[in-house]
């Protein structure tokens, strides 16, 4: 038996669930767009509206840690709507996500050799022979919200640069013998730029045939880099960390 004070609640929930069903005609990646336009989008802007509340007046700005976990929310949903895209139905989806997770733990369980997928944060303090760091590209790692374009021709602003700058000193630091560093070449409809802290590192970027990446060059030969207005220190320089 159902308390009556949570009996509209429950029904609300059954009517949303209802209309997403009718509306998005069983294709999953419709499905979640429905659910965020009709509820988890307000959901989450009401958790981080009630959380920046309970951090009290000394803390109206979020840190730069913070603003970058809320806004990896909503680029997690976009992921997920992408792979739905790949589903026909939402059993189909449904289905392949589990198989997904019986699989992962499957080979946890078996230890089996495999490659262990972790963010930077979960990382600290761990090694291993050979890694990997993906997405060492402007406006992912560092994340766009590290810094910001001031006004009018004031230089850029390095809001959490310096945090993002020690995530990449642990990062590549994980690597007992091999590191390996990636980025794209294309991010959000333009010309991706690698990531600053492999130049810092004092690396060049190349593509998997050892050739200079193309898209660090302008059509006129000349290379682009970031705003010089912003300052480049060696990422291995401790002062910086």
């Known amino acids: ?5 949570h009996q509209p609640g429950i029904k ?4 949303l669930i209802q209309r997403i069903r009718e509306e998005c005609h069983d294709r999953p990646a419709e499905a979640i767009g429905l659910v965020r336009q009709f509820a988890y989008n307000m959901h989450l802007r009401h958790c981080d509206g009630k959380h920046q509340e309970e951090q009290g007046s000394d ?7 913070e603003e970058v976990r809320l806004e990896g929310r909503y680029d997690e949903l976009e992921e997920m709507a992408q792979i739905a895209s790949r589903y026909h139905t939402i059993r189909q989806f449904l289905n392949g996500m589990t198989q997904l997770k019986e699989q992962a733990e499957d080979t946890r369980k078996n230890k089996r050799d495999c490659v262990s997928l972790m963010t930077v944060h979960k990382s600290k303090g761990l090694e291993s022979p050979v890694v990997f760091v993906m ?12 810094y910001t374009l001031a006004e ?21 630091t994980r ?9 794209i070449l294309r991010y959000r409809g333009g010309d991706a730029i690698a990531s600053r802290f492999i ?6 970027p190349t593509d998997e045939d050892g050739v200079l990446n193309p898209y660090l060059f302008r059509r006129d030969g000349s290379p682009r880099r970031p705003s010089p207005l912003v300052t480049t220190p060696t990422l291995f320089d401790q002062s910086t960390l």
């Open 175 to 183: 690597a007992q013998r091999l590191l390996f560093l990636s980025c």
């Open 199 to 204: 130049q810092e590192a004092g690396l060049k």
């Open 1 to 5: 038996m159902i308390a009556a004070e």
């Open 12 to 15: 609300d929930v059954v009517a």
């Open 152 to 172: 009018d021709d004031d230089p850029l602003t390095p809001v959490g640069m310096a945090e993002e700058r020690r995530l990449a000193y642990v990062a590549f």
């Open 135 to 146: 997405g060492l590209t402007e406006g992912i790692f560092p994340h766009r919200r590290s």
């Open 59 to 65: 803390h109206e700005t979020p840190t730069h840690h």
